[in-house]
């Protein structure tokens, strides 16, 4: 959290009163109306960053296979070689890997 505001350039002042707030409060949300347990701010920032550093790793390594065409994504257009190769929905926590049904590929996964 301290990184991602000194890199919004926040001041000193401000990034320590984020901090302290996040780190001394718990709050709760209502789940298909429903209030949820009390739960720590902290936690699951930590969590988040967690989750955030995984998906970009997966991310990069996805983009080097392909760069050194260990991986060929699913192309939509072949003329304008618009190619997936993956979707992130961080809401489910799910990474959808698309590519050519083929060999390769399935060795390189």
């Not at 429903?34 to 990069?60: G, H, P, W």
């Not at 390594?61 to 003329?79: C, R, V």
Request: aromatic share 12%; net charge neutral.
């Amino acid at each position: 959290m301290d990184v991602v505001t000194g890199k919004m350039n926040l001041r000193v002042f401000w990034r320590k009163w984020i901090m302290e707030y996040v780190s001394t409060n718990t709050t709760s949300v209502l789940v298909n109306g429903r209030q949820t347990d009390e739960f720590n701010l902290k936690e699951v920032c930590a969590k988040m960053n967690l989750y955030l550093n995984f998906s970009e790793r997966l991310n990069i390594m996805l983009n080097e296979t392909i760069k050194a065409d260990m991986f060929s994504g699913y192309k939509i257009y072949e003329g304008n070689a618009v190619c997936i190769s993956h979707l992130e929905f961080v809401i489910f926590t799910l990474t959808l890997i698309l590519g050519e049904k083929s060999w390769p590929n399935i060795k390189t996964l």
